[in-house]
């Protein structure tokens, strides 16, 4: 098996004030300086208390099952719906991963919210979001590059909880995860803790595809990040 972690520097992730800025609602044209302010606080301190990591493993027994649209990694079975099935089903083999950006910006956040500063507490929230999927591009990219060296390719990075794969199958994915590197905790009702953490699974193999825009595959119609990964990907 291989097995891979990463430990990055908050300058790897390369965000910018600007980034967050879209993700919040507004464009170079309708930024006001306050919020600016707040978010240009906000990525000073996430560059100081971030502890980003980073981990995957890579699993060659995996069956799929067309008519129930699951597949089974080392003789687990998970429920994948039809969406991510499809995007799947030609691959060879599979990447499980988890990514964090640990524990004290989650903590920053909900301080702020309870001391009644929302605003501030959200904007926290959002940048903890965006370091974590970040660092999750940084992790992909270089399991792509490293495929890419023995002639194989893989898909788009696919989550419990989006396009109908439900987040309680989470539980499964750590039974193939145990002694995590990241050190993230799994709860009863499959929450992450740190709770700006994410996991997933990847499909590497000869014919299968990674898509530069996949928003249009999701069935998640109000997320917040819907588009503005493809925008970040396209510039």
Known sequence: MIYKTFQFDFKDLKLTVSQIEKVLGYTE???EAHFSELIGKALKEAAEVCSIKAEYR???DILFNDPDKTVSVNNITFDIKKIIYGQLKKSESAALFLCTA???IGKISR???KS???LEGYIYDVVGSEIVEAAADLMQNDLEKSMASSGTKITNRFSPGYCGWDV???HKLFQLLPGTYCGIRLSASALMDPEKSISGMI???KNVRHLPYT???CDMKDCIYRNLRSEKKKN
Do not use: P
Request: glycine letters at 16%; charged letters at 30%; a negative charge.
């Open 168 to 170: 309680s199958e989470q």
């Open 116 to 118: 009644g500063d929302l």
């Open 58 to 60: 890579i699993f060659d």
């Open 102 to 104: 640990g524990e004290e």
């Open 29 to 31: 044209e309708n930024s």
């Open 111 to 113: 301080r702020a919210m």
């Open 203 to 205: 499909g590497i193999g």
């Open 215 to 217: 928003c249009n595959l």
